[in-house]
């Protein structure tokens, strides 16, 4: 069965500085991966997604997400970290050969913290 | 414009209530699903359906039924409510192959 870590319950950055959201998977095959992003009582909303191709993958607000199949890796980053920027960011998981009900699994979530 | 839309947003149920969920979606997407939030736990599948008329099982089914008699209606019942179904419930569609997208939630409280 398929799963995604993210180690960092939180993460704390300084406006302006890089930040990077650390997730890792594990599924049979070439995972499709995707990035939520999910701000206070809303719903989530759609960052990004790695499907085939290049490994960087660029997505919404200027952020960006580098596949790394040795280390099964989906790092989420952004160069220059913006205060509005906090959220709860998730990192999901989808098997490429699942044609039933191609659902997500996600990860346990993240919580971006970016001080002025 | 609409997208994925849940109601209601809030809910208070006591013990032992049943109530129902709903979730429409305009996007004419075959998949849709319901998930729970729970803190620090991110989002487990409850029910999921690939069109009219097909429903299954996710990871965490019990205590809670589906339908799907049409294509954008999915709603979500919770029979008999208990305080383990204190949570953030979201529903969500997609093409199939595309990305999913997320209604806005729905916070039940089971007291």
């Known amino acids: 069965a398929q799963s995604v870590a993210q180690p960092e319950d939180q993460v704390n950055v300084a406006e302006g500085n890089p930040l990077t959201v650390k997730c890792t998977y594990s599924?049979?095959?070439?995972?499709?991966l995707f990035w939520y992003v999910q701000y206070p009582n809303r719903g989530l909303q759609f960052l990004l997604k790695y499907i085939t191709g290049d490994n960087l993958v660029k997505g919404s607000y200027g952020f960006e997400a580098e596949f790394n199949k040795s280390q099964t890796s989906f790092h989420l980053k952004k160069p220059s970290a913006l205060v509005s920027d906090s959220a709860l960011y998730f990192c999901?998981?989808?098997?490429?050969?699942?044609?039933?009900?191609?659902?997500?699994?996600f990860g346990s979530g993240t919580r971006l913290q970016v001080q002025p | 414009n609409a997208g994925v839309t849940q109601t209601p947003k809030f809910r208070i149920l006591k013990i032992g209530q049943s109530m129902t969920l709903q979730c429409t979606q305009d996007m004419n997407h075959n998949y849709m699903y319901w998930y729970r939030q729970d803190p620090g736990m991110g989002l487990k599948l409850i029910y999921y359906s690939v069109g009219a008329g097909i429903t299954d099982k996710g990871e965490v089914p019990n205590g809670y039924n589906v339908s799907r008699s049409t294509t954008e209606d999915f709603p979500l019942r919770l029979e008999l409510a208990a305080p383990s179904q204190t949570s953030v419930y979201f529903c969500a569609s997609t093409r199939g192959l595309d990305t999913i997208y997320f209604g806005e939630g729905s916070w039940l409280t089971v007291v």
């Open positions: 599924v049979s095959g070439n995972p499709y």
């Open positions: 999901a998981v989808r098997p490429p050969m699942d044609t039933g009900r191609r659902a997500l699994t």
